[in-house]
């Protein structure tokens, strides 16, 4: 059971990849990539994306306090990493890929329209961490394709097809289905 240090690194297994929705300073539509990422509070129901200010989606998020998060499946990965290498000052990202923009429902950011899974959030606040700013949005809404849900009305990972980046290798990866039920397979550890 010997481990070997690699060092202090942003590793954690798996970054989701999130794509980031907002608006630019023109109202042009504008995605971002982000793999730093995650559910933050269950109430109110908040996740947290972390942004370099560098990006135009830093300054899209503090000046309108709104986003989407767009869940991209396993067929959009070409399209998903293209939003985190180019820069959407001079790059319109949704006219380049061919994917749909659209106006989230109850807030002031778009949604990629063929990805399944969206949401829609509010700015509850942000954090400084080094070069990043930690933006937590409360979920305002979920929205999910109809074609990605199961016959019990939730959604589906297997249809929804969802991938992780490895920010060791650089790579994206899939899923590859249940290993186990939980909040049950542990108990038998003490049967």
């Given amino acids: 059971m010997t481990k070997r240090s690699i060092g202090p690194r942003t590793l954690l297994y798996p970054h989701p990849d999130l794509i980031i929705g907002t608006y630019g300073p023109d109202g042009r539509p504008d995605a971002m990539a982000a793999a730093w990422g995650g559910i933050c509070s269950s109430r109110p129901p908040a996740v947290a994306v972390s942004v370099q200010k560098v990006r135009q989606t830093y300054e899209n998020l503090m000046r309108e306090r709104e986003f989407t998060i767009s869940i991209p499946s396993a067929d959009y990965v070409r399209e998903a990493d293209y939003f985190g290498i180019v ?41 400084e961490i080094g070069m990043h700013t930690q933006f937590i949005g409360e979920i305002l809404d979920v929205k999910v394709d109809e074609s990605v849900l199961g016959e019990d009305g939730k959604p589906d990972i297997e249809k929804i097809r969802p991938f992780a980046y490895d920010s060791m290798r650089q790579e994206y990866y899939g899923f590859s289905g249940v290993l186990a039920k939980a909040f049950s397979v542990g108990k038998e550890v003490n049967r």
């Fill in 87 to 127: 820069s959407g000052r001079d790059t319109d990202k949704f006219a380049a890929t061919g994917l749909t923009p659209v106006k989230g429902d109850l807030v002031n950011a778009p949604y990629v329209g063929e990805l399944p899974v969206v949401l829609e959030c509010r700015l509850l606040q942000t954090v």
